[in-house]
């Protein structure tokens, strides 16, 4: 089992930055792909980035490539997402997910994980 807790939302003005945290629980954070997703309020959950359980793979959403960076610290047992350039379109929920996996994949889908977070609110202003 793998507990996720963001943190790191907030409201912000478009062109600024937030960095979003996620704190897993559990003695496994490294047998873990991990991936953020977003979602808007009457939409569907999308992807957004992703990471391989030792970090040697990413991957992001077309809408945010070269603004949002992808990173993990296992001795935190932490994922962050760096947010840059942010955009008022960029506003949202921000889940965190883990799956358990053996391979060097990273998962872009939202069938992909296995275990997620309650969610942390982006806003930005125009």
């Known amino acids: 089992q793998v507990q996720l807790v963001e943190s790191g939302g907030g409201l912000v003005q478009a062109g600024g930055s937030l960095k979003l945290s996620c704190a897993a629980s559990g003695r496994t954070f490294s047998s873990h792909a991990m991936g953020w997703f977003r979602q808007e309020s009457g939409k569907e959950r999308e992807f957004v980035a992703a990471m391989s359980r030792l970090g040697t793979s990413t991957s992001y959403a077309v809408s945010v490539k070269g603004r949002f960076t992808i990173s993990r610290d296992y001795a935190k047992k932490t994922v962050y997402l760096q947010m840059n350039s942010l955009k008022p379109e960029d506003t949202a929920t921000y889940y965190c997910?883990?799956?358990?996996?053996?391979?060097?994949?990273?998962?872009?889908?939202?069938?992909?994980?296995?275990?997620w977070g309650q969610g942390t609110q982006v806003t930005v202003s125009s």
């Open positions: 997910a883990a799956r358990y996996t053996t391979t060097g994949n990273y998962y872009i889908t939202v069938a992909g994980y296995d275990y």
